[in-house]
């Protein structure tokens, strides 16, 4: 069994190629941090309300991520879902309340971080 362990073979697709993949959701004193397995080069932020709930989508990153939401419980959020299309990851925030708190979103080292006030 002296044999070297070989990587995974893992196939390169030229539509979209993966950069970013969402790892982890934490949630901390006055933050949710998403996160990634690097920098978010890019990503979208909108706010819809009827529902209040804010939607970042990360176009041509990938999630580890999927199915169960992340109970956020705090900062007048009450969860956090992920859904993956193709081209992006789309992260949703729903205010546990009629209104959404006041938040910035701002990259960070690995992944963004959504700063309530």
């Known amino acids: 069994s002296g044999l070297p362990k070989l990587a995974p073979i893992v196939p390169i697709t030229s539509r979209t ?4 993949s969402v790892r982890k959701i934490v949630s ?3 933050y949710v941090d998403i996160q990634a397995n ?3 080069a890019d990503f979208k932020v909108t706010r819809l309300s009827n529902p209040e709930r804010l939607v970042i989508d990360l176009p041509g990153a990938n999630s580890l991520l999927t199915g169960k939401p992340v109970a956020i419980n705090k900062f007048g959020i009450s969860k956090l879902r992920i859904g993956v299309n193709p081209e992006y990851v789309r992260i949703v925030v729903d ?7 006041k938040y910035t979103v701002t990259k960070v080292k ?8």
């Open 17 to 20: 190629s993966h950069t970013t």
């Open 28 to 30: 901390g004193k006055t």
């Open 38 to 40: 690097g920098p978010v």
């Open 95 to 101: 205010a546990s309340k009629s209104e959404f708190p």
């Open 110 to 117: 690995d992944g963004l971080r959504i700063s309530f006030k």
